[in-house]
């Protein structure tokens, strides 16, 4: 594993070509994740990847806060309440901890780690609603959940702890309601990702692929640099299946009971893995200045004639950071004793939008150089222009992350026709194909081409499914997903 003073040395990480090496590296060198502890599929979050994680979930949160309440609910889960939804239990069964005993003293129920926590909140559902004036119903939390995954664990992406899971859970008087909630939550997760600078695409998926429970599942996906799709986000429409099985009943304006109709939606730290993949470089973390916990790095360059003007560059340094902090930027001030090189390859890997440099020649001009992480563009700006330029800076790079990240996303989503272009299709991003609906169908095409079916497109075209040659509208998207 590398760490910073390795890849201080190297100056340089493997090629992001290599994406699952890439990963892991930088993880490990930009200080996000620490994979050392001793458990499988458990990760360390380090102070700036913590940081990180932090300015992301403070959007997610204030997106929620118009319309959700935020509420926490134990980990702990009985027994008896995490048996009653059939499906649910099914979904779920393999991948659930259990606590057993209390001390040496076995447990007459055990408890259950929650891998989800609709078992854990509908109990409480229940005795929450008992009117129509009680709905809709909508809460979120962001906790920690526990999934004994089998497939390669990867940090970010598949976790033993997930430890920042949000999920939402809502009730409503009807069936469309809860529709109409679920489209709310679609927009609630573009309009996140778009904050991020992720492209992504959301699509009905198949009903072999819902979520344990569920009526049906929309799922956001995004592409990571291996061509491979990582979901990165899913809304389910529960219909009444748990409201039954909880007897989550409300009276109507009738006076009668019905069922409430329930949806949940939930997003995971799969969400930084996103940030990180899709813009990474090979100089490390590139990131949307809304979320970098720090956003302008000031460096003294203090050498030469440098040396000679040093209290007045570090004056101007320091000038320069009150100004900026100020008006609310993250800013640091790196006046180490490390050459001003080693410093601007620190600061790239942490991903840091703007650097600014400060140096014997611009003391006389009352300028300072301006460099942009995700271009390298350098430009002299004047002492007195500097925040107007970084607002202005700050908004051009998200929009260019944005854009350069949508075109290839892009560029990597093909039409096809049949079978051999969608296996080349997928094998540098997603293939966009007819599909007659038949299950059977579906279950062969993902064999065939070795991919999974991600799901149903909104849009739709006219063309032959490529199993049965039916003549069909519907439109569906294959990839190689992790
Ligand atoms: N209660 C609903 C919201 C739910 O649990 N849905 S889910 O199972 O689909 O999980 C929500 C999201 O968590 C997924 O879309 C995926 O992005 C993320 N996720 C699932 N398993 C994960 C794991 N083992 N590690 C990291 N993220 C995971
Ligand atoms: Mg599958
Ligand atoms: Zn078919």
Known sequence: MMLYGDYVK??????????????????????????RYPIKGLCVWHPFGFALRNKVYAILKSLLDADHQEALFPLLVPENEFMKEAEHIKGFE?????????????????????????????????LWIRS???????IYQIVNTFRYETKHTRPLIRLREITSFKEAHTAHTTWDDAENQVREAMQIYSEFYRRLAVPHVITKRPQWDKFPGADYTMAVDTLMPDGKTLQIGTIHHLGTNFAKTFDIQYEDVNGEQQHVHQTCYGISERCIAAVIAVHGDDGGLVLPPEVAPTQV?????LFGKGLQHGKEILHVCKHVREMLVDVGFRVVLDDSDERPGAKYYKWEMKGVPLRIEVGPRDLKEKMVTLVRRDTSEKEPISQSEL????????????ANLYERARKSFDARIVDCKTLDETKIAIKKGIARVNWCGGEECGMKMEDAVDADMLGELAKTKKGKCPICNKESDKVVLMARAY
């Open 10 to 35: 190297s100056k340089s990480l493997p090629k992001k070509e290599d994406f699952g090496e890439w990963y892991n590296e930088i993880l490990s060198v930009a200080e996000i994740t620490d994979v």
């Open 94 to 126: 393999n991948e659930v901890y259990w606590v057993t005993k209390g001390g040496t003293t076995p447990l007459e129920v055990p408890l259950a780690l929650r891998p989800t926590s609709e078992t854990a909140i509908y109990p409480m559902f229940k």
């Open 132 to 138: 129509h004036v009680d709905l809709p119903l909508r």
């Open 297 to 301: 790095v000031i460096i003294p360059i």
């Open 387 to 398: 925040v107007e330029a970084i607002w202005q800076k700050l908004e051009e790079i998200h």
